[in-house]
């Protein structure tokens, strides 16, 4: 194989980078105090514990959350959890970084101090009361700086999910999505993108959302906001969808104008693998317990959207987009879609054992219904279906699904002029349970 300039130099330059690493590794000596004990690593933001051994924070941290209550070193109980930042020893180990410069090492930079619950808990306060105040200038600030704590860690996250943020939020959301969308826009923009990492939210916070005003809200940013603004709308749109166990937001949703062309479009010209997989989700839950809803999305051409969608799509949006491809072949005029569809058969049959079991019984239960169609039946036959369904027996599969099968292979038989036409139609396929 001939490589390419590029590719060549990328390559030497890899190999080079390797080759110092190692000879880094055998110039320089870490003194053993700068090491974490945990991992023997070079420290880069040290803090002690309370049996006065210091770890990498990084370290120290993964170990309590594991469920540890002991010091790895010492094996004490902690009788608490608190981390005090070693500065001194951080700078030393700054200040032998940049000695060792020459040699390649690179000066840590000084870490910055994780949030606390306390400075969590009194931002959530000014919110609130700025909300009440209907400031949302100020509102636009304090988010802004909730956003950038979680840019600085996984830590910071978690705090600010523990400690009520995403119900504050919903709040402040849901009070300023009443007014005119376009004078707020930068705070709800602001407050979406915090929301779309901190599900899932508490029942206040749902409920928040799951108001007229605030669906409402979301779809107008679905429809006119940059590509950042839709793709945190669509993210926060599928969580409240499937947590709405009794199908009050769902219902809500279907009547606001403009939610299916927004979702639509979201699939037809995708920003992200991330976004479409929302969008398809979202549609699921829309479309899962209504004919009319599914008539819209119909109309305006989703099936076909969606075969083109899934052909070399992820594992993830492959199994969504069969799970609504599904669900609208369950009312007469999706099926009529779907078989006037020149590549869903294709389409279908390719996915069968290629993706994931969950996604053979869909792209099943799909092709069973369409060959209620004598010419869905034929081009199944043509591109390999008979084959692979015989396959998915021998493998195993539920019982539902073993039984769509079988009539499938009764149904496709009589079509089968090739090697496989010794199979007589008549009979039930029992002798093919036996996997490999």
Not at 111 to 137: H, K, L, M, W, Y
Not at 401 to 422: F, H, T
């Amino acid at each position: 194989m001939i490589l390419s300039w590029k590719n060549r130099r990328a390559l030497n330059k890899k190999n080079n980078n390797h080759r110092l690493c190692e000879d880094l590794d055998a110039e320089i000596n870490i003194p053993t105090h700068f090491r974490c004990p945990s991992s023997l690593d070079l420290m880069k933001d040290p803090v002690t514990i309370c049996t006065g051994i210091t770890y990498d924070r990084e370290n120290i941290e993964r170990w309590i959350e594991a469920g540890n209550e002991t010091c790895p070193s010492t094996k004490q109980v902690l009788n608490t959890f608190d981390q005090i930042p070693n500065h001194i020893l951080r700078r030393m180990i700054q200040d032998w970084c940049v000695q060792n410069r020459s040699l390649g090492v690179e000066r840590i930079p000084t870490p910055r101090i994780p949030v606390s619950p306390f400075e969590v808990s009194e931002i959530c306060s000014r919110i609130a009361g700025a909300t009440q105040r209907g400031d949302g200038n100020r509102c636009v600030e304090l988010v802004r700086k909730i956003k950038n704590w979680g840019k600085e860690s996984e830590r910071n996250k978690r705090c600010i999910i523990e400690n009520g943020t995403g119900c504050v939020l919903s709040a402040c959301f849901e009070s300023f999505s009443g007014d005119s969308y376009e004078k707020h826009v930068n705070l709800l923009v602001e407050i979406l993108s915090v929301l779309s990492w901190m599900f899932p939210l508490g029942e206040e916070g749902r409920s928040k959302l799951g108001t007229e005003s605030s669906l409402r809200c979301i779809i107008w940013l679905l429809r006119n906001g940059d590509l950042s603004a839709r793709q945190a709308s669509v993210l926060v749109l599928k969580e409240i969808l499937q947590s709405d166990e009794i199908g009050i937001i769902s219902n809500t949703l279907r009547a606001i104008e403009g939610v299916v062309e927004a979702l639509f479009y979201l699939i037809k010209e995708p920003i992200s693998p991330a976004a479409t997989k929302a969008s398809l989700m979202a549609i699921y839950c829309m479309i899962s317990s209504t004919d009319k809803i599914t008539s819209r999305f119909v109309e305006m051409g989703l099936v076909g959207v969606i075969v083109e969608a899934i052909v070399e799509a992820e594992k993830s949006v492959c199994e969504i987009g069969l799970g609504v491809l599904d669900e609208i072949c369950n009312t007469k005029k999706g099926k009529e879609e779907a078989c006037k569809n020149a590549l869903i058969t294709a389409v279908l049959v390719k996915k069968v054992l290629r993706v994931s079991n969950w996604a053979t019984e869909l792209a099943v239960s799909i092709l069973w219904k369409l060959c209620e169609e004598e010419s869905v039946r034929i081009e199944a036959i043509q591109v390999g279906a008979f084959k692979k369904l015989l396959v998915s027996l021998q493998v195993g599969c539920g019982e539902n699904i073993r039984r769509k099968v079988k009539e499938l292979l009764k149904l496709l038989n009589v079509y089968n002029n090739g090697l496989d036409s010794c199979v007589d139609s008549s009979m039930d396929f029992n002798y093919l349970k036996r996997p490999f």
